[in-house]
Every structure is written in structure tokens, then in C-alpha cells.
């Protein structure tokens, strides 16, 4: 049974640029018909998609944040990560990574990490 686990800083001052892991066991990230995605849950607010990466290795994000948004992976590792540039407190939330099937729409998650950004 594949498992996710979120990494990285839970405090990031504004402006800077908040880096998250996901480590993922029981499955490999270049397996076809997964999407890894980020995803987040402002204070109070619903889920908001960030974005994906496939097996084939290229990203695509959410147009609200596409220019923020970067998430890359290490095969090596079994890992992706998350870089979102520029923020703001608006982008305190708790941030989770998650593996969603787009054949079937079944997804497994990450237990999420609540990050806060502040000076």
C-alpha cells in the first residue's frame, strides 16, 4: 500500500520560498496513471489543487498559481517536491501531497503539514 509523507519547514517568513517534500514508499512515481499532486487547505477555506506532476516527469499547475509554482521529482529518491515562490500570509495553509489515478479517480494522501508564513 503506497505511503506519502510531507517534509520541510512549517514556519517561512514572506517574500522567501517555501520548499516541500514528499517522500512516497509502497510505490514508484514513474508508475503510468498516477498524477502526484500538491494540494493545500487554507485556515477555514476548502482544498485548493496546486498542481501535478505524472510519470512523464512535466508538470502543470493551477493557473492561479502556475507563476509561483514549481514541482519537480527525484526518481532516485522516489520523492517530489514543491516550490512556491513570493509568499504571502495568504499561502498559510496545510499543504498535503497526494497520488490521485486519473482512470479510476481513487487517490491516497499524505497526512499534510501546516505551514505558516509570518516574520
Known amino acids: 500500500q503506497v505511503q506519502l509523507q510531507e517534509s520541510g519547514p512549517g514556519l517561512v517568513k514572506p517574500s522567501q520560498t517555501l520548499s516541500l517534500a514528499c517522500a512516497v514508499s509502497?510505490?514508484?512515481?514513474?508508475?503510468?496513471?498516477?498524477?502526484w499532486s500538491w494540494i493545500r487547505q487554507p485556515p477555514g477555506k476548502g482544498l485548493e489543487w496546486m498542481g501535478a506532476?505524472?510519470?512523464?516527469?512535466?508538470?502543470w499547475y493551477s493557473p492561479s498559481l502556475k507563476t509561483r509554482t514549481s514541482i519537480s521529482r527525484d526518481t532516485s529518491k522516489n520523492q517530489f517536491t514543491l516550490h512556491l515562490s513570493s509568499v504571502t500570509p495568504e499561502d498559510t495553509a496545510v499543504y498535503y501531497c497526494a497520488r490521485i489515478n486519473y482512470v479510476t479517480g481513487s487517490s491516497s494522501w499524505g497526512q499534510g503539514t501546516q505551514v505558516t508564513v509570518s516574520s
Open positions: 509502497g510505490g514508484s512515481i514513474r508508475t503510468n496513471y498516477y498524477y
Open positions: 506532476i505524472p510519470y512523464s516527469g512535466s508538470a
